[in-house]
């Protein structure tokens, strides 16, 4: 079971840290899906940084269990949002948001199963 938290949450680490330096960054594609959202293109940094939280609260998940869960669950909630997000608008390219929502409901699941419900 240990080796399955550690492998997800690297994994999460690596998706969530890579998206948030694409949308750090400026880059043009989350700005094109702000666009298409109605959202202000302002909301891209804050969108990055909320993800950059994320791949480290995950990453030091790894030593105080607690910041890893409640990363995980920030995460959750983030994708959660950014489906819905897209639902809303009619936009049915959710596949990317499924694979980051998977990914970070199952860091929580695993990080539960292996330290517990702290």
Same mark, same amino acid.
């Given at each position: 079971? %240990? ?11 690596? %998706?969530? /840290? ?8 400026? #880059? ?5 899906? *702000? ?17 950059? *939280?994320?791949?480290? =609260? ?11 869960? +409640?990363?995980?669950?920030? +995460?959750?909630?983030? %994708?959660? =949002?950014?489906?819905?997000? #897209? ?9 990317? /948001? ?12 695993? =990080?539960?199963? #292996? #330290? =517990? +419900?702290?």
């Amino acid at each position: 079971m %240990f080796i399955a938290f550690v492998t997800v949450t690297v994994l999460g680490v690596v %998706f969530n /840290g890579a998206a948030a330096i694409i949308y750090l960054i400026g #880059h043009e594609y989350p700005k094109t899906q *702000a666009d298409m959202k109605g959202l202000p293109r302002t909301y891209v940094p804050v969108l990055g940084a909320l993800l950059a *939280a994320g791949a480290v =609260g995950l990453l030091a998940g790894l030593a105080v269990p607690l910041l890893g869960n +409640l990363a995980a669950t920030g +995460l959750v909630l983030y %994708f959660v =949002g950014a489906i819905i997000a #897209h639902l809303r608008v009619g936009s049915r390219d959710i596949v990317g /948001g499924i694979v980051f929502l998977t990914t970070a409901i199952a860091a929580l699941v695993l =990080g539960l199963i #292996h #330290h =517990g +419900l702290t």
